[in-house]
């Protein structure tokens, strides 16, 4: 009886003592679930205050001098591109020319840039993250797949539910740490986050002939070649993107700097004008430690009184020289354009009309450092206008004056203010050169999360906004190459331009397949509007690549060198 009795005193005991362990355990969750649940008000908080009008409008503010100075100082160059082999005074109607060049200026500005860029693209950002590799990310997720294979179900489950309040990469999951998880339930339901502030939805929806995209996920995740492929597409993006980072400020600076020969005659030489460039570029990559918020209110004035000095130059050039340009604005003229130059001509030309869109990718690939409404409103209320009446004021110019074709910006403006303007330029080509940096910054981030390039010590600049970054190797890396890439041309700003070209085609291609891939498997949207898209844009883009192609020999090779050496590099890593 005392065995038994003991026995069952210490059978009473042990289940008491696994209940009391199970309770302290519960208890424990519970303490760790009411810490996640206060966290989760908090940034819920700070995301319903970044997200007001206020904050909307002051972050549009700040993005005119970070993203906007790319796209905005491509005014400079743009006319000289497309005529550099053209002598104007030799052509037997010039109007067609100037109208010509100016249609296709609008139209490629307005179908890029303002339509598929502001209206569909931003919107496809991974919450809050632009650029290619956001893209991809999204596609992982939707589909079920990671860069190293098919997801479990569980681990697909757990990736879309893991959302945080602000909708930020923190609280998920990276991509590359499902190769070693052990299943896990999904997390709890969270409350739909605060819609941001747009006019349009977040997500569009479409409605006629919206389909389940079981065929889409099913190819994705069942081929793993098809896996590999999307991925291998996303790391040359990247690294053009990266070759972007290196040829956009050597390109942009070089520019503004050469307009001292127009009135700096023989005094200023061409090595002067390298080392002046060289100078600027290093000042501007050693200031990166700021942060973007510090360097915005530098920069964003700057670009705010560039756009709005070449506004008020183009204003007094269509007074001048009259009106009649905007007749260039019909799409006619395009026709007459290709009519007189023949289908090869004007194709080689237009490698020099697309360097009016060069800066859209980056305002794309730099959004997380802002917000999709914020970079969407800079640009459609502000950096649009500004560009199409500076286009057409240089136009208005050359009709009088082909002969300064070659040079046509420095030369339409007015002699009193040529010197301050091109202080002017030269401060908004450095700026310029942020907006490529921070997009490449924000690439190198996200590759990083998704595990197929190596871990590097990335520096938040912001509390408020938790995608302004700063990382130092990637920083003077892209200084020491841009030195490299100024000297290696020796300032020939045509043969930059042919360079550049190449990578900012190229990006716009592979990110309008994952647009498309976006919208017909995350937005679930109409075929009639997504294959319509598809093929429009890649027609459109791959005219304007096959144009820049033709110009690697006398420099675009650059971009595809850096683009493969980045590739081996995500390649290397990710195996």
């Not at 190198?444 to 998704?450: G, H, P």
């Amino acid at each position: 009886m005392i065995a038994i009795r003991s026995r069952n005193i210490s059978t009473h005991g042990g289940g008491k003592s696994k209940r009391w362990g199970k309770d302290k355990e519960e208890r424990q969750k519970e303490n760790v679930w009411t810490r996640d649940q206060d966290l989760v008000g908090k940034l819920k908080a700070q995301e319903r205050e970044r997200n007001t009008w206020s904050s909307t409008f002051f972050l549009a503010y700040g993005s005119l001098g970070v993203i906007y100075g790319d796209i905005g100082t491509s005014i400079i160059y743009v006319f000289g591109q497309i005529f550099v082999n053209t002598d104007l005074t030799q052509s037997a109607d010039v109007t067609v020319d100037i109208y010509g060049a100016v249609s296709l200026i609008f139209w490629t500005l307005t179908l890029i840039a303002l339509f598929k860029y502001v209206f569909v693209v931003l919107r496809a950002n991974d919450t809050g993250e632009g650029g290619t590799v956001a893209l991809y990310a999204q596609l992982c997720r939707t589909m079920g797949f990671s860069p190293f294979g098919t997801m479990r179900t569980e681990d697909h489950k757990q990736v879309l539910a893991l959302r945080s309040a602000g909708g930020k990469m923190y609280a998920r999951p990276t991509l590359g740490e499902h190769r070693h998880r052990a299943p896990q339930a999904a997390a709890p339901k969270q409350a739909a986050k605060t819609k941001r502030p747009v006019i349009l939805p977040y997500e569009p929806y479409f409605g006629f002939l919206c389909l389940e995209p079981w065929y889409i996920n099913s190819l994705f995740r069942r081929n793993r070649w098809a896996q590999r492929s999307l991925m291998v597409f996303t790391m040359i993006a990247t690294g053009l993107v990266i070759g972007d980072g290196i040829l956009m400020p050597a390109f942009s600076v070089n520019s503004a700097i050469a307009g001292i020969d127009q009135h700096g005659g023989e005094a200023i030489d061409n090595g002067a004008i390298v080392g002046i460039t060289i100078a600027v570029i290093v000042v501007l990559f050693l200031t990166q430690h700021f942060g973007t918020q510090k360097l915005a209110y530098l920069f964003t004035p700057i670009i705010i009184l560039w756009l709005t000095a070449n506004l008020a130059i183009a204003i007094y050039n269509l007074r001048t020289y009259g009106g009649a340009v905007f007749q260039g604005l019909s799409p006619y003229w395009i026709y007459r354009f290709f009519l007189k130059y023949g289908g090869r001509q004007a194709w080689i030309m237009l490698s020099g009309v697309m360097l009016c869109v060069a800066g859209v990718e980056t305002m794309f690939a730099a959004m997380g450092h802002f917000s999709q409404p914020a970079v969407a409103i800079a640009f459609g209320l502000f950096a649009y206008p500004c560009l199409m009446i500076a286009y057409l004021g240089q136009g208005a110019y050359l009709i009088a004056h082909p002969q300064d074709a070659q040079n046509a910006y420095f030369a339409s403006v007015p002699e009193p203010v040529f010197w301050p303007m091109l202080v002017l330029a030269t401060l908004a080509a450095i700026v310029a050169s942020q907006a490529v940096i921070t997009g490449t910054f924000s690439i190198i981030r996200q590759a990083t999360s998704l595990g197929v390039f190596p871990r590097l010590r990335i520096v938040h600049t912001d509390s408020f906004v938790e995608g302004q970054i700063f990382i130092p190797v990637i920083n003077y890396t892209l200084m020491v190459l841009c030195i490299v890439v100024v000297a290696g041309f020796g300032g020939d700003a045509v043969r930059l331009g042919d360079a550049y070209g190449v990578a900012v085609m190229a990006v716009m291609l592979i990110t309008t397949v994952l647009v498309t891939l976006i919208m017909i498997a995350k937005w679930r949207a109409s075929l009639l509007i997504c294959i319509p898209f598809l093929f429009f844009f890649v027609f459109i883009e791959g005219v304007f690549l096959g144009s820049t192609m033709y110009k690697v020999p006398s420099g675009g090779g650059v971009p595809i060198a850096v683009s493969f050496f980045v590739v081996i590099i995500l390649c290397v890593w990710w195996a």
